[in-house]
């Protein structure tokens, strides 16, 4: 097995392979692939789809003299095979080693961490302008698909390299009908005409930018695309090569079903069923249901999505039956939260649905599109904490940061199904404020309790006791209620234990009683400490005769951690914060 990819150390080792040959090796790439993904998962269908091309690139140009920027990096599983990390595919104990997006800590021949989309073209004009500035001699290629070019950074990156860039610069669409889900947006009609007229259609959205443009039909052709590739490598001005690949390619059910093997988890290659399938309720069902029933008793009600619909449950037989009640923008979350505001605006009851770390890219229009104009816009976000992603590229443990210091905005931390439901029905009823809702994660937590969320930064007093007070922010309550168990079994006496809910603001009149006849609160954050809340409760209460202890992360990026080994870094568990506390409380 892998008899041509253990031949494979360096990319100069591929130019030394015959067309059978390198047929061959991406017989043996996907074997490789397989490896991996059936026991680990992993993106699975862009890595598929992009194999030949992928093969191509490095038969051509000579990375890392000519550098390579992948848009989002989730298919550049082959590319680390052909540089060096064919181990991390076909070696089980070496899958650590490897991340699923391009790391420059891990090879030459990555330039960027990658993680977000529509940022390849941007990033690859400020290669080649640093280049000619340097006067220097390379290709620089991005490459861009998985519906990535509705991102508005895409597009701004084509207006810039149509228009102010006079070198080489190659802009590589892979186009294979698809994003996540199904591909939205007018720029895509543009790709359909394209390649119904194997390219010569006068509807060329590349050419409207200024670019020069060349059409491969069989994007999955080896052949084709280095002859394709050979033609572009010394170019001396900025063209788009556009190829027409399959997703997927090479396996039946990730052809037939591409939304559902955009990414999978470990699965059984034979049956193409997935070894761990969620069981009973979550989260996720909670909200899909959610949406269901609100868009059948509020006729101006509309769920945003930027491309992300499995987040929610919104497959797309949930799409369907929502009607004109779902709208997918693209890979375009500024759009959404701008759109959102419209709707409000005028009258409408819209919801976004987006992961924390892609809504990051909305800070301008979280601020000046929705909160400078106060409008009742609902901004729900799923993986925010630090039990999901846990890649450098897409981390979510700043939702609750980026967001904090917006005037207007509302930020609800649900701990429990009931308090998520109803933190959900308030804000897509109540016209007052912009609400961002943090989705909580792991298993469902079911607490009955009533929470009026009328009344802005009102903490719920869940237990009253004496001496220590901890407050535990949304999916964190459940440490806070384990926390409060250990500490009356070990120090003796019951500390009071406090649902916020809210994360934008504090409950002074709560804290001003708790100063009175406490000697510490402890506050536990699901995510970075730096503008959360246990700074605002630390910060109003600085002038009391009070200690306040918070826990969370450090304001740092972090890359595929263990949980429980970061909650110990931290200082984030039972043993040590009883301890800290009992020697305050002496």
């Given at each position: ?435 961002i809702i943090v989705m909580p994660s792991g298993k469902v937590v079911y607490r009955e309790s009533k929470y009026d ?89 600085g002038d009391k005769d009070i200690k306040v202890l918070n826990y969370g992360l450090e304001k740092k990026f972090i ?28």
């Amino acid at each position: 097995m892998y008899d041509i990819l253990n031949r494979i150390n360096s990319p100069a080792d591929v130019k030394e392979l015959n067309a059978v040959e390198l047929e061959g090796l991406a017989s043996d790439v996907r074997d490789a692939l397989f490896n991996r993904l059936t026991k680990i998962g992993g993106h699975f269908g862009p890595n598929f789809g992009i194999v030949e091309a992928t093969i191509a690139l490095h038969y051509v140009f000579s990375s890392p003299v000519d550098k390579i920027i992948f848009d989002v990096s989730h298919q550049s599983y082959t590319h680390k095979m052909l540089t060096g990390r064919k181990n991390g595919y076909i070696v089980d104990e070496d899958f650590s080693k490897d991340s699923g997006y391009t790391n420059p800590d891990e090879s030459e021949h990555d330039l960027f961490n990658i993680g977000h989309t529509s940022t390849s073209i941007s990033l690859a004009t400020g290669v080649a302008k640093a280049r000619d500035l340097k006067r220097e001699k390379y290709s620089v290629i991005a490459l861009i698909g998985d519906g990535s070019l509705s991102g508005g950074e895409a597009l701004e990156g084509l207006n810039v390299a149509g228009a102010e860039l006079n070198s080489n610069l190659i802009i590589i669409v892979n186009d294979n009908q698809m994003s996540i889900a199904e591909t939205h947006g007018g720029i895509y009609k543009s790709l359909k005409a394209l390649r119904e007229s194997n390219g010569e259609s006068s509807n060329n959205i590349f050419k409207a930018f200024g670019l020069d443009y060349m059409y491969v039909n069989e994007g999955n052709n080896i052949q084709k695309l280095i002859e394709a590739f050979k033609k572009v490598k010394d170019i001396d001005h900025p063209i788009v090569v556009h190829i027409n690949t399959i997703k997927g390619n090479g396996y039946k059910f990730a052809t037939e079903n591409k939304e559902a093997w955009h990414y999978t988890s470990p699965f059984n290659k034979e049956t193409g069923e997935r070894y761990y399938v969620p069981n009973g309720e979550s989260y996720v069902s909670i909200v899909k249901d959610f949406i269901l029933n609100k868009a059948k008793k509020d006729p101006s009600f509309v769920a945003l999505c930027p491309d992300v619909p499995g987040n929610f449950g919104l497959n797309k037989q949930v799409r369907e039956e929502l009607g004109e009640h779902y709208l997918d923008v693209g890979i375009a979350e500024e759009q959404a939260v701008a759109m959102a505001s419209g709707v409000a605006k005028n009258g409408g009851t819209p919801l976004v649905l987006s992961s924390a770390t892609f809504m990051q890219r909305t800070y301008d229009q979280v601020s000046h599109d929705v909160g400078i104009n106060n409008s009742p816009v609902t901004i729900l976000l799923s993986y925010s904490g630090m039990n999901d992603l846990r890649d450098i590229s897409h981390l979510g443990i700043f939702a609750v940061s980026t967001f904090n210091d917006i005037p207007n905005i509302v930020i609800l931390c649900p701990s429990s199904k009931d308090e998520l439901l109803q933190a959900l029905e308030w804000s897509t009823t109540q016209k007052e404020h912009p609400v961002i809702i943090v989705m909580p994660s792991g298993k469902v937590v079911y607490r009955e309790s009533k929470y009026d969320f009328n009344s802005i930064n009102k903490f719920e007093l869940v237990k009253k006791g004496e001496k220590v007070a901890l407050i535990g922010l949304g999916d964190f309550f459940t440490k806070a209620q384990f926390l409060a168990v250990e500490m009356k079994d070990k120090l003796g006496f019951e500390p009071t234990l406090i649902n916020p809910s809210f994360a934008s603001g504090v409950d002074k009149d709560l804290l001003d009683k708790l100063a009175l006849n406490h000697k510490v609160i402890v506050t536990l954050e699901n995510g970075v400490k730096d503008n959360g809340l246990g700074e605002k409760i630390a910060s109003y209460l600085g002038d009391k005769d009070i200690k306040v202890l918070n826990y969370g992360l450090e304001k740092k990026f972090i890359d595929r951690y263990e949980v429980e080994d970061l909650l110990e870094e931290i200082g984030l568990t039972s043993d040590k914060i009883i301890k800290r506390v009992s020697n305050l409380i002496k």
